[in-house]
């Protein structure tokens, strides 16, 4: 078996996307090559390094030693698309904050199913900022740091205006009465709400699943 019959057989399987066949191999080698030869001494030529020559399904390549697998595990966050509820209540809750679930619902019409906001919280696109100061002290809802990198806005203020959101249409719903744009100047800013209190959290996620029950 000659060196060259063995580089070409190792080019060939590092370039090749699938695991070749020894007929694969001699049918691009030159007439007469020593295709087995050249197998086994590279298949003894990688043992023990990182890379190894195997046989699989009675074809030949090179993988990873199985020792180092765990090198090549990578994780990753895969992206969730929002569903239109949840891209209309992260609308609304972004643009008339604070919010409570009412004033959602009067929004678009429609009571939020059990999952929308539970989705926007586990997002971080969404927090319980407060309880308004009305009867029944609902949970109000505003946006998170991570809604505004998330959609590459420095601030509150940056969201589109008014000409804007009619044209998306987001103005020709009937909307309750105080909503108003996000002032750039304090956009955080409510005299109408309290903070949350220990226990707040765990409240809500309680009574808003038994209520959509």
């Given amino acids: 078996m000659t060196p060259d019959a063995e580089r070409m057989v190792e080019a060939l399987l590092f370039a090749a996307a699938e695991p070749l066949s020894i007929t694969d191999l001699a049918r691009r080698l030159p007439a007469n090559a020593d295709v087995l030869g050249a197998i086994d001494s590279l298949r003894h030529s990688y043992e023990g390094r990182g890379v190894q020559l195997v046989e699989v399904a009675g074809r030949w390549r090179f ?48 009571q939020a199913s059990r999952g929308t906001l539970d989705t926007l919280l586990e997002l971080d696109l969404v ?37 804007e959101m009619k044209q998306l249409g987001l103005l020709d719903m009937d909307l309750p009465a105080g909503f108003a744009l996000p002032d750039p100047a304090n956009p955080d800013g409510s005299n109408d709400e309290d903070p949350l209190e220990p226990g707040d959290e765990r409240e809500f996620h309680q009574d808003f699943l038994r209520e959509d029950r």
């Fill in 127 to 163: 927090k319980m900022r407060g309880r308004r100061r009305t009867p029944g002290r609902p949970v109000t809802f505003g946006t998170t740091y991570a809604f505004l990198e998330h959609y590459g806005l420095a601030s509150l203020g940056d969201l589109p205006g008014a000409s």
């Fill in 63 to 110: 993988q990873t030693a199985e020792d180092l697998a765990f090198l090549m595990t990578v994780e990753r966050e895969e992206p969730r698309k929002l569903s239109k509820a949840a891209l209309e209540t992260l609308a609304i809750v972004a643009y008339h904050q604070p919010v409570t679930r009412a004033e959602i619902e009067a929004v678009r019409g429609v």
